[in-house]
């Protein structure tokens, strides 16, 4: 499976992230499209076009739970590539000392711009230990297998 890993980060919380999120998909023998948005574009790293089975991006979280604007640009260089993508899950990093209200909160705008149903992945500050590890290697797992299984036709017919 092609998978386009897209992140920004200010400080390299959400780099670290995306490393460890970038590695479980390599581990599982995925193809990752690894692009930083503070210095690639989409048409820089994929000038044939941007066709993925999976979309995965990443922010930290701005002012009052904004996205970075490296992250719209970005989003707005990949929506008039592919459109908006069913397949894209969002991940991210913030700090609940600013709020709940604002804790991660461009990951949750990244979701429901696009409209996905995708679990999201938020984690405090930076990933910390065997907790934070494993808590992203299963979410990393789960949107994996929710990309590989094809949706049913009949959803009252699938058996897992």
Known sequence: MRILLAYCSLSGNTRDVARMVRARCEALGHAVTWIETDIQTLASVCPDGAD?????????????GRT????????????DAVGKPRQLAAFGTGETQWGAEYYCGAVRRIAAFFGTDYPTLEIEQMPHGERDALKIER????????????????PARFVA
């Open 52 to 64: 993925h089975d999976l979309y995965v991006l990443g922010a930290w979280t701005d002012n009052a």
């Open 68 to 79: 970075p604007v490296e992250m719209k640009r970005f989003i707005a260089e990949l929506v």
């Open 139 to 154: 979410w990393t797992d789960t949107i994996v297998a929710r990309t590989e299984t094809p949706p049913h036709a009949d």
